[in-house]
């Protein structure tokens, strides 16, 4: 798995193309390289860390890990999924202040998953997170995300969720069926953190299903990777991770509902 891991003396000013993958091994570039420049599409699609450039004693420094808002050489995360002093970065040797990297504005690959690595890592440090995770987790409670392209009430391919979920004792919920007058992405992250596991329906890699995907990854939760019909190629960061398909017809709605079943079954 692989994460953007940005510095920059001003957070608003875009980076500089000359420090784009500085210090980065070049395998792990090769795949995020234009005839012209950098795939910043392909870029958007990792996790993002970013801070400030900061001195090593700056306890006031704090990095956001997150998704870009759009793919960008001037990146802006403006939901992060964690907040965490910059000074974490050197503990974790992400950063090498021998090598001035933590007050050097540059952009850099990193091999590790960083929502394992700061979620655990952290976890007796001053850590803040957004938001804050439920300590109530249902264990009969799967989450589901999803594009939102029915109703919950006449959407087959959930349909097929709840009905899977139903046989194993399980109950699905869509963050759609939420109805309280809450901002979107707490509840998206109030259900994740409150279910004991969590379905994701990556079909077309939609962005913010993705993005979800990887929150729950991160929180250590049990989750189901689906994709209707064949798996094009994955995001670096989930590429090792196993997506069962489905045909979106009858039968292949019924095979869906019983292999849910048994994934549920097997995990208790």
């Not at 933590?102 to 850099?108: D, I, L």
């Not at 439920?134 to 799967?142: G, H, V």
């Not at 999803?146 to 349909?159: E, K, L, N, R």
């Not at 929180?219 to 045909?247: A, C, E, I, N, W």
Request: glycine share 6%; net charge negative; aromatic share 8%.
């Amino acid at each position: 798995m692989l994460f953007n891991l940005i510095v920059r003396a001003n957070e608003t000013q875009p980076m500089l193309p000359s420090r784009m993958f500085e210090g980065t091994p070049e395998q792990l570039t090769s795949a995020y390289r234009t005839g012209t420049g950098f795939d910043f599409n392909a870029l958007a699609q990792l996790p993002t860390v970013m801070t400030r450039e900061f001195e090593s004693d700056d306890m006031g420094a704090v990095a956001t890990l997150g998704y870009m808002d759009t793919p960008s050489i001037n990146p802006v995360i403006s939901k992060p999924i964690l907040r965490f002093p910059s000074q974490a970065l050197l503990n974790l040797g992400l950063l090498d202040e021998n090598c001035w990297q933590n007050k050097r504005t540059h952009w850099r690959l990193c091999e590790g998953d960083p929502f394992r690595l700061f979620s655990k890592s952290l976890d007796n440090s001053p850590l803040a997170i957004e938001p804050k995770r439920s300590s109530a987790c249902d264990p009969n409670l799967i989450a589901v995300m999803m594009p939102f392209t029915d109703d919950p009430s006449i959407d087959p391919v959930y349909s097929a969720l709840v009905e899977g979920s139903k046989r194993a004792g399980k109950n699905c919920k869509r963050v759609d069926e939420i109805l309280t007058p809450t901002d979107i992405t707490e509840d998206i992250f109030k259900l994740i953190a409150s279910s004991s596991s969590v379905i994701a329906d990556i079909t077309g890699l939609n962005s913010n299903v993705m993005f979800e995907a990887g929150y729950a990854i991160g929180m250590g939760k049990r989750t189901v990777l689906l994709h209707q019909d064949d798996v094009p190629k994955l995001p670096f960061d989930v590429s090792h991770r196993r997506v069962f398909t489905y045909k979106r017809n009858k039968d292949g709605l019924a095979i869906l509902s019983d292999r849910i079943f048994k994934i549920l079954t097997n995990a208790q």
